[in-house]
T-cell receptor, first 115, second 107 residues
Framework: GAVVSQHPSWVICKSGTSVKIECRSL??????MFWYRQFPKQSLMLMATSNEGSKATYEQGVEKDKFLINHASLTLSTLTVTSAHPEDSSFYIC???????????FGSGTRLTVV | GQNIDQPTEMTATEGAIVQINCTYQTSGFNGLFWYQQHAGEAPTFLSY????GLEEKGRFSSFLSRSKGYSYLLLKELQMKDSASYLCAAEGSKLTFGTGTRLQVTL
């Protein structure tokens, strides 16, 4: 089946630094990828839709200058959390749609802790 | 707007049957997904309903009523490993998730 690889699995960074999270579709091309954030015991909240070769579409309330998304190829999207603060600590998950089975395949997630 | 409602928590006994309900309101509805998520892990795909009716897949079945904005996930012959969160997600212009139902399977 479709596989989405997400790295790193976890990262600890100092407040004020930037962190890059990568999401790759391994065996299919994904013109669109999605980035979610999940706080403990809460559901997934869509942050932005990443479109290959064009600007990302951000959900209301998500700062585009803080969460930089780049989708330079059909298999890679990156999310960079800039000037991270402790309140950005969360579980970040990417997903892509594999048209063969109608499902959205999710990456394994990245646990970000900002200290 | 978009709104997804499902119970927060449920408890059931090993070997039993449990039904997790989900009601949704979303513009441009395409279909309804169910995902399983274990703590600290990404969601895994369980089912996708587009048409009204019941879709059966092994121990798991999912039902959809588009006119009522209602779906349920039915888990049969519960096993301890089924303890997880179950997320209902409605696909419209985007995929919107409910808060998830934490299912605890007990002996």
């Amino acid at each position: 089946g479709a596989v989405v690889s997400q790295h790193p699995s976890w990262v600890i960074c100092k407040s004020g630094t930037s962190v890059k999270i990568e999401c790759r579709s391994l065996d299919f091309q994904a013109t669109t990828m999605f980035w979610y954030r999940q706080f403990p015991k809460q559901s997934l909240m869509l942050m932005a839709t990443s479109n290959e070769g064009s600007k990302a579409t951000y959900e209301q309330g998500v700062e585009k200058d803080k969460f930089l998304i780049n989708h330079a190829s059909l298999t890679l999207s990156t999310l960079t959390v800039t000037s991270a603060h402790p309140e950005d600590s969360s579980f970040y998950i990417c997903s892509a749609r594999d048209r063969t089975d109608y499902g959205y395949t999710f990456g394994s997630g990245t646990r970000l802790t900002v200290v | 707007g978009q709104n997804i409602d499902q119970p927060t928590e449920m408890t059931a006994t090993e070997g039993a049957i449990v039904q997790i309900n989900c009601t949704y309101q979303t513009s441009g509805f395409n279909g309804l997904f169910w995902y399983q998520q274990h703590a600290g892990e990404a969601p895994t795909f369980l089912s996708y309903n587009v048409l009204d009716g019941l879709e059966e897949k092994g121990r798991f079945s999912s039902f959809l009523s588009r006119s009522k904005g209602y779906s349920y996930l039915l888990l049969k012959e519960l096993q301890m490993k089924d303890s997880a969160s179950y997320l209902c997600a409605a696909e419209g212009s985007k995929l919107t998730f409910g808060t998830g139902t934490r299912l605890q399977v007990t002996l």
